[in-house]
């Protein structure tokens, strides 16, 4: 079963061109809805929805059987409604497109493509997929940074400790013994008297740091767009980021084509429901020029984005008329060179951070007691 994680709703459109004619698909959220959803819990009645519709259980009793077996919360409001208004006969497409906090625009378009064709159940079984393999991909990535997150939080930890309360208390030993310091060892007194004389820049501008890159973020497209294209320029991550995407836009679009979402329609959603400016730009130049007649391929080339092999992909697919299959190749391929390089780069941080972790700590133990040995020299002689 997919891993707990939890996904914000379709990002805006991207700065400039990117933005125009972008659709706001987005409902109004049902008044009742409180709190988050949790993915996993969407993940799960999405299976279980897609089972009971494939056994031949009419779809008004599958979500009240699905909603009389959900404990209280805001999930179980959402489904309440879903049951209502299935019942007084909104399509179920609708009825999910009023809650996009939990169900986003690329599932309530599966859904409206999947009751158009008169096979909604295949749909909720590819959604379903899409979804568990989307959270897999997630909570690997989530998983594999957890060691060295830890590794560095207890580092910074251990390291403030010593500088604010261990350190002034060697400063009042060499202070009584009037020595003439070493650099490191004046080096890192300084370091500590800064550190606890203003601490509050020390420790609180990291904070408001982090604050107003969180504020800009939600806020300022402009600075959004500026942050995701220097992301993607990063050594190293930025490769891995870029694949990332990559994967993330041919599961999505080749899960929509196979649902039998027209083209563009299926770009206009991925482009919506990505959270890169980026990439959502790119998807949008690639609209556009599909709107004019072109094909796939050339466009996306042109973006940058995309590397010749997903590219010359593509363009069989759009030849051969399998265009999805060839989709959820990338996918497929791109993700596992996700894993891999997650993998490799996780074997070469984790020692890099022991020795810099290391380093550091030797390097203030070093400046603390090459003073004491001039001490006990100087007590030694007299």
Excluded at 182 to 196: E, G, K, M, N
Excluded at 267 to 272: A, C
């Amino acid at each position: 079963m997919a891993k707990k994680i939890q996904r914000s709703s379709a990002a805006p459109a991207a700065p400039g061109p990117a933005s125009a004619g972008a659709p706001n698909a987005a409902g109004p959220a049902s008044p009742r809805r409180r709190g988050r959803v949790a993915r996993n819990l969407v993940t799960e009645f999405t299976i279980q929805l897609a089972t009971l519709t494939e056994a031949g259980i009419p779809i008004v009793k599958a979500l009240t059987i699905l909603e009389g077996q959900t404990r209280s919360g805001p999930f179980k409001l959402v489904l309440q409604d879903l049951v209502e208004d299935v019942s007084s006969g909104t399509p179920l497409s609708e009825s999910l497109a009023k809650h996009p906090q939990v169900f986003d625009r690329l599932y309530s378009s599966m859904a409206r493509a999947g009751e158009a064709g008169g096979v909604l159940d295949k749909v909720l079984q590819r959604q379903a997929v899409f979804m568990e393999r989307s959270a897999e991909v997630r909570g690997k990535i989530v998983g594999a940074m957890i060691y060295p997150s830890v590794i560095v939080l207890v580092a910074v930890a251990v390291v403030s400790a010593v500088i604010v309360w261990i350190i002034p208390r060697f400063q009042e030993i060499f202070k009584s013994f009037r020595i003439e310091l070493p650099a490191v060892t004046q080096l890192l007194l300084d370091v500590s008297d800064f550190t606890v004389n203003y601490w509050y820049i020390v420790f609180g501008a990291p904070v408001l740091a982090a604050l107003a890159h969180t504020a800009l973020m939600a806020r300022r497209r402009a600075y959004r767009y500026r942050v995701h294209q220097l992301q993607l320029k990063l050594p190293l991550f930025g490769a891995l980021l870029n694949r990332g995407l990559v994967a993330g836009f041919a599961r999505t679009f080749g899960t929509l084509i196979q649902a039998g979402v027209p083209h563009l329609d299926a770009l206009g959603i991925v482009r919506d429901s990505s959270r890169n400016e980026v990439l959502m730009e790119g998807v949008e130049s690639i609209r556009r020029t599909v709107r004019e007649g072109e094909g796939i391929a050339r466009p996306m080339g042109e973006t940058g984005l995309f590397d010749d092999l997903v590219v010359n992909m593509v363009d069989v697919g759009e030849a051969t008329g399998e265009l999805d299959k060839m989709l959820m190749k990338v996918a497929d391929a791109y993700e596992k060179q996700v894993e891999r390089r997650i993998n490799a780069m996780l074997k070469l941080i984790e020692p890099l951070l022991l020795i810099v972790v290391a380093a550091l700590v030797g390097f203030i133990v070093v400046a603390l007691f090459l003073p004491l040995m001039s001490i006990m020299s100087s007590v030694g002689s007299q």
